[in-house]
């Protein structure tokens, strides 16, 4: 064993400091061809061209996280959408946009590898917030990870956090308090602990550990969220100008409820009256165009519950459904906008990193009647039956009734999320493109390489991507507890314009998954579904299954998916 080139190859792989396991090193080996270890050493070869340390800033960058709730990969005016945001627009021109970066299919399994850098199950994270009895899905933070928040504070940075958390299943009032954000690192938060809400009346708000309701007057939940961001960065450098902050500003836009202002719903009247097939083949020559997308990839087919927009029944709903979240996500770029002009105000723009992502790709989810248990005696409470004012809340999708005010309770459903997907296929929960492709936008003025990156990443990145930029080191210990490694890799090299390491990523939520190489996508739909094969470089969009043609490929990437399951929580799971 000790003179094959296969042990020598893997010796020096963990030589230089790439950690990969035998047992992976030789299925990755197989399934991506003999220049796998070549590209490795290239890389790594790369990265040493250039080697940064904190002390080569004049000081530690501040840090602004900012998390969409729900938001397609193409619906924003930088990624080809036809939806005005030009604050983030601005971010995307001055910095870096990513068009390989992936999420981890839902909202709090996203959240959860974001905020630890680990994959969801090993958090306890990898389903919604419910226990099933196993160590990967509990529906709450374990005690064997760390978040952002708590590594930053070890090397001096001040933390807030505003918005939606979801990272447990225990509420406000009553519930445990163990794992909210200021339990959680943060020092100060408005947050709501929830999954989701009425925007003109949230439930299971905290202010820092405190348990608040809707304070009386006018209250737009987007909105808010922005305006304490914002009264964050002032107090902070009113108070502590010398010292870095780091906070994580989590909108809860655009998710449903469709809820908006109705200035900001007027505003996108007539926008899409063109309707979703032709919005889609607009939307696919503009990312041609914009270098996001190769034209190698087609678009895919409309998705075959969905009618031909000229066949399409109750057209002025569904294009108030449509106009009510494009008002959505134009809100929450506003207040973006304010936090921007905040930080320039206070004179810190231009050495703060800022990152902008969605949590999953577009959400699909027709809110019918069967959502009722959900809503009505479910324990997330994410639903009030009357608004603040005591009128009743209209439940559901009903072409009946026009969405987008606090007395609605609606979604804009599968056609459009078919068309916030575009150019791919699948939404929220699946791990096609359309499920786990997330637009990614990293702008630091004082340090960044303009541009669009198509290297692969993954919310798992963004934890070792801030500990390198803020000098911290991250911990095998904390408090007494042994925490586990990171999963992620550091995204800085790319920021600067190189090369990053990285051989595969995995994906599993409720029995859909996934693993993606350079070359591979190998997925499956539910436990059942059978194994697909893609080749991303020639078919992004996932159109020509190459399963039959290449079943070596298959019964590789399947054995490393299988062996990173189990080291992960992933298995045993809990769906039949």
Not at 106 to 125: D, E, F, M, N, W
Not at 387 to 415: C, H, K, W
Not at 509 to 517: D, F, L, Q
Request: glycine share 8%.
């Amino acid at each position: 064993m000790l003179d094959t080139p296969f042990f020598w190859a893997h010796y020096t792989l963990q030589r230089i400091g790439i950690r990969v396991k035998r047992r992976d090193f030789l299925a990755l080996t197989v399934a991506s061809g003999s220049s796998f270890l070549h590209s490795s050493l290239s890389r790594e070869r790369e990265k040493t061209k250039y080697k940064w340390s904190p002390s080569s800033l004049d000081s530690k960058p501040n840090i602004v996280l900012i998390l969409a709730d729900d938001l397609g990969y193409s619906d924003i005016g930088c990624f080809g959408g036809e939806i005005e945001t030009p604050n983030i627009d601005r971010l995307a021109t001055n910095g870096l946009r990513f068009t390989h970066f992936y999420n981890a299919a839902r909202c709090c399994p996203s959240r959860a590898s974001l905020l630890t850098g680990l994959y969801p199950h090993q958090t306890g994270v990898g389903d919604m917030m419910r226990d099933h009895g196993l160590p990967g899905y509990h529906g709450d933070l374990n005690q064997s990870c760390l978040t952002i928040a708590e590594v930053l504070r070890t090397v001096g940075y001040r933390c807030y956090m505003a918005g939606k958390w979801h990272v447990t299943r225990f509420l406000p009032p009553k519930g445990a308090s163990h794992n909210w954000p200021i339990q959680r690192g943060f020092e100060r938060c408005y947050a709501m602990i929830t999954g989701a809400g009425s925007y003109f009346w949230p439930d299971t708000l905290v202010q820092d550990n405190i348990p608040i309701e809707v304070p009386a007057g006018s209250f737009y939940f987007t909105e808010v969220i922005a305006e304490k961001t914002v009264s964050f960065i002032r107090e902070h450098c009113k108070k502590m100008p010398d010292v870095p902050f780091f906070i994580y500003c989590s909108f809860t836009a655009p998710h449903w409820p469709l809820h908006a202002l109705k200035e900001d719903i007027e505003r996108f009247r007539g926008k899409f009256n063109r309707g979703w097939d032709l919005l889609r083949q607009e939307r696919y020559h503009r990312m041609i165009a914009m270098g996001l997308i190769d034209k190698r990839w087609e678009l895919t087919l409309r998705e075959a519950m969905v009618a031909p927009w000229n066949e399409a029944e109750h057209k002025d709903w569904q294009l108030r459904r449509i106009e009510v979240y494009a008002a959505q996500v134009y809100a929450m770029d506003r207040g973006i906008g304010q936090i921007l002009s905040e930080l320039k105000a206070q004179g810190v723009f231009d050495n703060t990193l800022i990152i902008f992502l969605s949590d999953n790709g577009a959400c699909h989810e027709e809110l019918t009647p069967n959502w009722g248990n959900y809503f009505f005696q479910g324990s997330e409470r994410v639903a009030r039956l009357k608004t603040r004012d005591g009128r009743p809340v209209q439940f559901f999708n009903n072409p009946e009734i026009m969405p987008g005010l606090e007395d609605t309770y609606q979604s804009y459903g599968l056609a459009w999320a078919n068309l916030s997907s575009t150019p791919y296929r699948g939404f929220k929960c699946n791990a096609y493109e359309g499920g786990v492709a997330t637009p990614l936008i990293i702008h630091w003025p004082s340090q960044i390489k303009r541009g669009i990156n198509h290297q692969l990443g993954h919310v798992i990145d963004i934890m070792p991507t801030l500990i390198e930029v803020s000098g911290a080191k991250y911990p095998t210990e904390f408090n007494g507890r042994k925490i586990l490694g990171l999963e992620g890799v550091s995204l800085f090299s790319a920021i600067r314009g190189q090369n990053i390491k990285r051989d595969a990523l995995f994906f599993e939520h409720e029995g859909n998954r996934a693993v993606i190489t350079p070359q591979w996508k190998l997925i499956a739909s539910g436990t059942k579904g059978s194994w697909e094969l893609y080749d991303r470089e020639a078919d992004r969009t996932e159109i020509r299954d190459l399963a039959v043609k290449y079943p070596v490929v298959v019964n590789d990437l399947a054995k490393i998916w299988e062996t990173w399951a189990q080291r992960t929580n992933v298995l045993p799971w809990p769906w039949k």
